[in-house]
């Protein structure tokens, strides 16, 4: 370490009188020494406050500034010797070196940046706002060839497109067309891995998702699946996973998805859809979470129902009832959903045989199935009386969804088991499912989802209640005293935050529970006729109008 000491005194009176061979011996040394002992030599750097003389000598033209640059890469692999570097003022510096043409220089210099704002996102922010970005992609358009700079720029990207601040610079730029250049001359998958890892984080993006696939990513991609797909290496089955995944990320960008549709007649399109019947579960995944993601629109849906793609996902699923691979499950589940959103789906999807293959998974123990097999159902069902009828009158299907609406620990089981139940009744409008859900202990269930802070889900709660004691209120009558309907009425009704809906169909459900003597004694006991006369001046003349009519009711059967 005598010689480090010597060699940075000698640093610090060459560096003020610039004499480049004095400097480049110095240089020499601590180079020497860091590789030696990294930490204790940037110990004593720091100690005899050399860092501050570092930006002046981070000359363009000098041939010493390779070796600084080097020097401040090295020193700042520790993490003590971030701040004071930035302290020094190198950033600045260094970030104009990134201007330069010799390789070396911008090789060390990039090496320098990263190690300083290494796991720094503030100082990453900085880099981005000096505009970092537009300069290195430029560097990688021209030193493609470059092995070293081309790892560095990559090892760059992958840190700065973490930021989200980082998209809109990257957008402005021809990054999509150089990565995908970059990927297409690749032959080691080490090197796609790494051009893979700044992929993903920006193809988040919709704007370059659209730039990505227009640059050929798609077909690079398809490329690797396929010379993937029967591999056995470990490798193998990481890029197939890779390049799938990123498929479907590609795809949830409004434009990038429907540029690959081309009206259901894009080879892509064509391709993904051969996914599905493959005996690899992962081309499978991709294949159904694709057909998801293209159906997200009518005309997509109504024209991919139309040329067979449900027969495909419905033996997919059938495939899966034994094999049981929940992420298989759950991504056909939801492309079927999808697909079941426009209205003349539902009926060639109820013919096709949709709701008996998802009602194999009732057994499922995996929220996440359960969930999307109960907002298949319920997309399924919607209009559809019959189907309605049917499904409410199945047993087990009712007494599964009763508990399921008990599941506290999972939100969205609870709530889509609430909104079925709903449905059925309201979409059915049948007197035997009335009885099926009362028989099943649904009432007081669908009493507590009046009370839900969703808006939609209360209204749907008291329509399907309004219908149940419509079409059986001696036998529904047990269960609403019991699940308090009345006195959540009543606070539906006092409470100034209730949607004119809300008010309404609550009105509606207390003419209709009048009938009933136990609950006509509630109605009577909590004072309803000044709640509802106040809700005659409602600004709302629907709700006003049917507050006149509720007045009435009550004051004639008072």
Known sequence: ?????????KLKLASTD??????????????????????????????????????????????????????????AKNEFMRSPCVEAGLIPPLIQLLNSTDQEVLLQTGRALGNICYDSHSLQAQLINM????????????HSHNTALTEMCLIAFGNLAELESSKEQFASTNIAEELVRLFQKQTEHEKKEMIFEVLAPLAENDVIKLQLVEAGLVECLLEVVAQTVDGEREEDIAQLKTASDLMVLLLLGDESMQKLFEGGKGSV????????PSHNHQLQLAGALA???????DGNCIHMVDTGIVQKLLELLDRHVEEGNVTVQHAALSALRNLAIPVVNKSKMLSAGVADVVLKF??????????????TLRMLIDTQAEAADQLGTNGKLVERLVEWCEAKDHAGVMGESNRLLSALIRHSKSKEVVRTVIQGGGVKHLVTMATSEHMIMQNEALVALGLIAGLDLVAAEKDFVGASLVS???????DERSAPEIKYNSMILICAVMGSE????????????DVVSKLRAHENKTVSHQASLTEQRLTAQS
């Open 131 to 142: 505009g970092v970005i537009p300069t290195l992609v430029k560097l990688l358009g021209i």
């Open 362 to 375: 009732l057994q499922s123990e995996m929220p996440p199935v359960q969930f999307k097999l109960l907002g």
């Open 269 to 276: 399109f064509q391709r993904v859809l051969s996914w599905i």
């Open 291 to 297: 057909i998801a993601n293209f159906a997200r629109n």
């Open 518 to 529: 136990p609950l006509h004694k509630e109605v009577q006991s909590l004072a309803f006729i």
């Open 488 to 494: 959540v009425l009543h606070k539906l009704l006092s």
């Open 1 to 9: 370490m005598d010689n480090l000491s010597e060699a940075l005194e």
């Open 18 to 75: 610039s004499a480049t061979d004095s400097v480049e011996s110095c240089l020499d040394c601590l180079l020497k020494a860091l590789a030696k002992n990294n930490t204790e030599a940037s110990m004593k750097i720091q100690e005899m406050g050399v860092l501050p003389l570092l930006p002046t000598l981070l000359n363009p033209q000098s041939s010493c500034t390779p070796k600084v640059a080097n020097i401040i890469a090295e020193v």
